[in-house]
Structure formats: structure tokens, C-alpha cells
């Protein structure tokens, strides 16, 4: 197997000098690795197509509302926190905030962390307050999606 | 030494074939990125969306866009085109698969503090390609034309459409009317097979350059 050196330029907060780590080469390693890996979600989604094949319900018709109706499993948290927030903030309504919350607000964030975290560590123990964050983000994301399917 | 390392090096000494392969091939990836299967997500989802673009375009031959013709044309690619109904379920699939893999892939990023100086931009178009890959999956719901795909439009853009300010505006953009019929039909078609796909190419071109730029993050 060749190993080789590869260099890392990552200037961390601890030591300016280069750190060193082992690197395999692209080919044909890592693309081993991924080769394997896409034979077998390829196989996973043929397999998972073939037992559950895509539904078709009935056509649309405008003036039936069918029951239950969900939307897709990835708007579910947003469609929970709409059910669940059901207070107004002063003159706001509380419909706006039930939208703008997990939609703007949420998005937001996302685009704006790597500004907001200024942590220059990418040490999971020198991250504390962030892993405690993500951590609480992740277990609001999936206690909405269950709202949303509890009180739908 | 194999044989078949003995023929490459045969070779290799007569004709350099080490020269011709693309500087990609040559290049090192970190041992923990080879070895880590939490480092494959981001690829599952690429595999995902180029199973996606096949899938699609064969749907996209049988599919017909407007509100009489489209349930027709799915039930026709479900029970009379050969194999029809085996691409449109691996095209349901992968679409859900790829959600979820984008996703987990940004918890890795996000646990593993990768966005960091000097990976900030990617991190940007990573969550514009997250935003990108549910907009896909919101416009590709409503296609079928059945039950489901009507209603759950409805409370999709009915949500889009109760943000302060812009949300009319969005409404209107997304449905063409004020409600969901033929325009909206065709407007969701155009986005989910024009629009969507020409933006998400230029933006995955972008995430990889700036990943071959800058190299695939540190260790945990």
C-alpha cells in the first residue's frame, strides 16, 4: 500500500506550525471507497423501489379535502411549529411568527453561522456551547416533525 | 507483485501513464476521509442527484404538464411504459434519499466544526444546495396530480404565502392565480426540470471547486 505524506495548511489557534497527517491517494483508495459505497445505495434504492414502489392516489379534486393530509417528512417540523406556536407577540399575529420562525429565522441562521461561531477550535471538546446548541436545534427539528404528525 | 501491477508497470515505464491521468486522481485525500463512512454522505447525495437527472429525463419523456393530462400520463408510466414504474419509484427514492443525505451531511459539517475560516462561503452554498434539494422536492409533489400532491401543495404554499411582506408575492410567484391550477401546473414543471437543475449544477460545480481548493476539513 503507498502511503503518502500529505501537508495540512490549517493554521490552528494552538500551533502555527504545519501539521502533518497520513493521506492515501484519490486513486485508487478513496475511489475504492466511494465505488463500494455507490454500488451499494444504487442497490438500496433499486431494493427499496421494487418493495415499495412510488404511490399514485387518486387524481386531484379541488373540493374533496382527503384526511389525513400531510405535507412532505421535510416541511413536517415547519407545518408542527405553525400548530404549535399559537400565542401573539404584541401587535404581531401569531400565525407570522409560526412561519417566520422555522422558515426565516431558522434559514437565517444556518447561512449566517460560520459568521456567528467565531470559535476558531475545531476540537469537539474546545465547542462546547455549539455542540450544546446543535444538539437542541436537532432535538426541536424532530419533536416539531412529531407535533406535526400528532396534531395534524 | 500481481501480474496486473507487473503489465501497469510495463507499461508505465515505456509510456508514462501516470503523466496522463488528471491531476484529481493524483491527488491525496486524508486517510481519516477514506476511512471515516461519515465522510461518504456528501457523495451519497451527488450519487443520489445524478440517479435523479437519469430518472427524470426518462420521466420527462412520458410526463405530460397540465392538470387533464398529467395523472393520465403518470398512471401510464406506472401500469403500461416498460420499466416505468420502477424508475418513477427510484426516482421517488432517491429524491427522499438525497434530503435526508444532505441533511445528515450538514450535521457532520455542523458537529465536526468543518464550515470554519477558511471554509465559510461553502458552508453558504451548502445551505443554498440544502434550500435547493426541498424546493426540488416541494415542485416534484405537486407533478402526479393526485390527492396528495394537490393538498399538500396547498399547505405548502399556503405557509409560503403567510410570511410577512414578501409572502403574497411568493404566493402569487409559486401559484400564477390564487389558486393552484394550470398555471401553477406548468410553473412548478418548469422550475422542478429548468430551473432547479440548471441552478443546483453551478452550485455543486462551486461546492467542489472550493473543496478541491481548499482541501476536505481536519480531523475530529
Known amino acids: 500500500m503507498s502511503l503518502i505524506e500529505i501537508e495540512k495548511h490549517e493554521v490552528e489557534e494552538e500551533h502555527h506550525e504545519q501539521v502533518r497527517v497520513r493521506g492515501l491517494p484519490f486513486f485508487p483508495h478513496f475511489l475504492l471507497r466511494e465505488i463500494v459505497v455507490m454500488c451499494f445505495v444504487a442497490g438500496s434504492l433499486i431494493l427499496l423501489a421494487s418493495l415499495y414502489p412510488a404511490g399514485l392516489q387518486t387524481p386531484a379534486d379541488p373540493f374533496t379535502t382527503p384526511e389525513p393530509i400531510f405535507p412532505e417528512w421535510y416541511f413536517l417540523y415547519v407545518y408542527g411549529f405553525l400548530k404549535f406556536w399559537t400565542w401573539n407577540l404584541g401587535p404581531i399575529e401569531a400565525k407570522i411568527i409560526g412561519v417566520t420562525l422555522p422558515m426565516v429565522v431558522w434559514y437565517g441562521l444556518l447561512f449566517l453561522l460560520p459568521f456567528i461561531d467565531r470559535n476558531p477550535s475545531s476540537d469537539i471538546r474546545k465547542r462546547k456551547v455549539a455542540v450544546a446548541l446543535g444538539v437542541i436545534a436537532l432535538l426541536g427539528i424532530l419533536y416539531f416533525t412529531y407535533f406535526g404528525i400528532v396534531h395534524h | 507483485m500481481s501480474i496486473l501491477?507487473?503489465?501497469?508497470?510495463?507499461?508505465?515505464?515505456?509510456?508514462?501513464?501516470?503523466?496522463?491521468?488528471?491531476?484529481?486522481?493524483?491527488?491525496?485525500?486524508?486517510?481519516?476521509?477514506?476511512?471515516?463512512?461519515?465522510?461518504?454522505?456528501?457523495?451519497?447525495?451527488?450519487?443520489?442527484?445524478?440517479?435523479?437527472?437519469?430518472?427524470?429525463?426518462?420521466?420527462?419523456?412520458?410526463?405530460?404538464?397540465?392538470?387533464?393530462?398529467?395523472?393520465?400520463?403518470?398512471?401510464?408510466?406506472?401500469?403500461?411504459?416498460?420499466?416505468?414504474?420502477?424508475?418513477?419509484?427510484?426516482?421517488?427514492?432517491?429524491?427522499?434519499?438525497?434530503?435526508?443525505?444532505?441533511?445528515?451531511?450538514?450535521?457532520?459539517?455542523?458537529?465536526?466544526?468543518?464550515?470554519?475560516?477558511?471554509?465559510?462561503?461553502?458552508?453558504?452554498?451548502?445551505?443554498?444546495?440544502?434550500?435547493?434539494?426541498?424546493?426540488?422536492?416541494?415542485?416534484?409533489?405537486?407533478?402526479?396530480?393526485?390527492?396528495?400532491?394537490?393538498?399538500?401543495?396547498?399547505?405548502?404554499?399556503?405557509?409560503?404565502?403567510?410570511?410577512?411582506?414578501?409572502?403574497?408575492?411568493?404566493?402569487?410567484?409559486?401559484?400564477?392565480?390564487?389558486?393552484?391550477?394550470?398555471?401553477?401546473?406548468?410553473?412548478?414543471?418548469?422550475?422542478?426540470?429548468?430551473?432547479?437543475?440548471?441552478?443546483?449544477?453551478?452550485?455543486?460545480?462551486?461546492?467542489?471547486?472550493?473543496?478541491?481548493?481548499?482541501?476536505?476539513?481536519?480531523?475530529?
Not at chain 2, 507499461?11 to 481519516?32: G, N, Q, T
Not at chain 2, 406506472?78 to 441533511?103: D, E, Y
Request: proline share 6%; aromatic share 12%; net charge positive.
Open chain 2, 5 to 220: 501491477d507487473k503489465i501497469y508497470k510495463w507499461l508505465d515505464d515505456r509510456f508514462k501513464l501516470r503523466d496522463l491521468l488528471p491531476p484529481i486522481v493524483k491527488h491525496p485525500a486524508p486517510e481519516y476521509a477514506v476511512t471515516n463512512p461519515l465522510y461518504c454522505l456528501g457523495g451519497i447525495a451527488f450519487l443520489c442527484f445524478l440517479i435523479l437527472v437519469g430518472t427524470g429525463i426518462f420521466l420527462a419523456m412520458y410526463y405530460k404538464p397540465t392538470p387533464l393530462e398529467a395523472y393520465k400520463s403518470v398512471e401510464n408510466i406506472m401500469t403500461a411504459v416498460p420499466m416505468g414504474s420502477l424508475v418513477r419509484s427510484i426516482h421517488h427514492w432517491a429524491a427522499n434519499t438525497m434530503i435526508a443525505a444532505v441533511m445528515l451531511h450538514m450535521m457532520r459539517i455542523y458537529f465536526m466544526g468543518a464550515y470554519k475560516k477558511p471554509r465559510e462561503l461553502n458552508w453558504v452554498v451548502g445551505v443554498t444546495l440544502l434550500l435547493i434539494t426541498t424546493t426540488f422536492g416541494f415542485s416534484g409533489y405537486l407533478l402526479p396530480w393526485d390527492q396528495l400532491s394537490f393538498w399538500a401543495t396547498k399547505i405548502g404554499t399556503g405557509i409560503a404565502g403567510s410570511l410577512p411582506i414578501i409572502g403574497q408575492y411568493i404566493s402569487l410567484l409559486l401559484m400564477g392565480g390564487s389558486d393552484i391550477g394550470n398555471e401553477t401546473m406548468t410553473r412548478f414543471f418548469a422550475i422542478h426540470v429548468l430551473i432547479l437543475p440548471a441552478t443546483i449544477a453551478i452550485l455543486l460545480g462551486l461546492h467542489f471547486a472550493m473543496i478541491r481548493i481548499q482541501g476536505i476539513s481536519g480531523r475530529l
